[in-house]
């Protein structure tokens, strides 16, 4: 793994004192590294990784250096690993998964739904890899599981650190205060133990369309070591006959163009793939990821296109240079200018709501009128 034997902290000017006047900022670093020291020995001593296969550990290196090569597209410059360190990479087995990953008990007959967790309080993430799993052949899930992560760990801005509730063994606690555009409330859980997080959907949104997009770069660029799930997912959409997008009826025309020259049923599959077929992990066979947050955001892409003139690489750069770069003038003034004043808060604060929505649709009555 890129970090094999490092346990990479995070930048001193990424830890951020709430309301602690009288505590050096010195202290408070030594602290962070001492809890999280004390956090990696103990995993250490509990847990069993999994190693990665060469070729996994290849993969990763590849997500890394495509990251930026994909975000440079947006003009985000300078959003790589070059100026930070990499989070520690684990991947765990389901009971490893369970304890230090999901922070619950093993429970073997409930599925897991959830394969990967970045943690920014120890800079580090965790995937879960099914025991039967044949090596290799899901390396298109490994990836894009991993992109999201590294793409979650390079958004993040800052921790908070403040007084610990009365109680509790150390004296303050150390939580996220930005990751991407996702934002908590300073010392929020001095104050409800049910904190009102903003941009939550948005984040995830925004880092999934961003991982499936990396992703795809990455195994269009290596067709033979994808051929497994490349030719798995061409099987698939042969048989999606409703299913129209252009994806699918791509595979439908080749196959009727493919069995009139008299091509048989067996190598059908390997000439779509061999025939400009571009895959993507999207429309692969296992469940996607954030499915009603990423449709929301194309909604809201749709609307702010509709509005300003602006094409979906212009609108979409705004939302990722507020995601790795911090500041939201920019996104704010066009949301609201093009939507109405308070949209952004709406979009921050009630992201599938009835408010929302209306305004979304508003645009399209219009357009229909016209």
Not at 26 to 42: A, G, H, L, Q, V
Not at 135 to 150: G, Q, S, T, Y
Request: with cysteine; charged share 30%.
């Amino acid at each position: 793994m890129p970090t094999e034997d490092q346990h990479p902290s995070i930048d001193p000017d990424r830890l951020h004192r709430f309301r602690l006047p009288d505590v050096p900022d010195e202290t408070i670093r030594r602290e962070y590294e001492t809890c999280r020291k004390k956090y990696f020995d103990e995993f250490q001593a509990n847990t069993h990784p999994i190693k990665p296969t060469p070729e996994q550990e290849q993969l990763i290196k590849e997500a890394i250096q495509q990251i930026p090569r994909t975000l440079d597209a947006y003009g985000i410059l300078n959003a790589d690993f070059s100026q930070r360190p990499l989070p520690k990479m684990f991947f765990l087995d389901r009971k490893d998964f369970y304890k230090y990953a999901l922070h619950k008990e093993l429970n073997t007959r409930e599925m897991v739904t959830v394969r990967a967790i970045y943690d920014s309080t120890i800079h580090a993430f965790f995937m879960y890899l099914p025991k039967g799993r044949k090596r290799n052949e899901r390396n298109e899930e490994i990836l894009h599981h991993n992109v999201h992560e590294l793409l979650h760990a390079l958004s993040f801005r800052r921790l908070q650190v403040y007084k610990s509730k009365p109680g509790l063994e150390y004296g303050r606690t150390v939580d996220p205060q930005r990751t991407g555009v996702r934002m908590v409330p300073w010392g929020y859980d001095t104050q409800t133990d049910d904190p009102h997080l903003k941009f939550t959907d948005l984040n995830e949104a925004i880092t999934e369309d961003l991982a499936i997009e990396v992703t795809n770069n990455i195994i269009n660029a290596h067709p033979d070591q994808f051929r497994h799930a490349i030719l798995g997912q061409i099987h698939v959409l042969l048989r999606r006959s409703r299913l129209k997008t252009a994806r699918t009826i791509f595979v439908q025309d080749k196959e009727k163009e493919l069995e009139k020259d008299g091509v048989p049923y067996s190598e059908l599959t390997d000439r779509i793939a061999q025939s400009g077929y571009s895959f993507n992990i999207d429309e692969n066979m296992f469940k996607q990821n954030y499915p009603k947050e990423r449709k929301r955001f194309h909604h809201i892409i749709d609307a702010l296109c509709r509005r300003t003139g602006k094409t979906q690489q212009e609108i979409k750069a705004l939302f990722y240079g507020a995601y790795f770069l911090g500041p939201l003038r920019d996104l704010a003034k066009t949301v609201d200018g093009a939507i109405g004043k308070g949209t952004l808060r709406l979009i921050a604060d009630d992201y599938f709501g009835d408010a929302l929505t209306e305004r979304l649709k508003q645009g399209e009555t219009n357009k229909k009128n016209t």
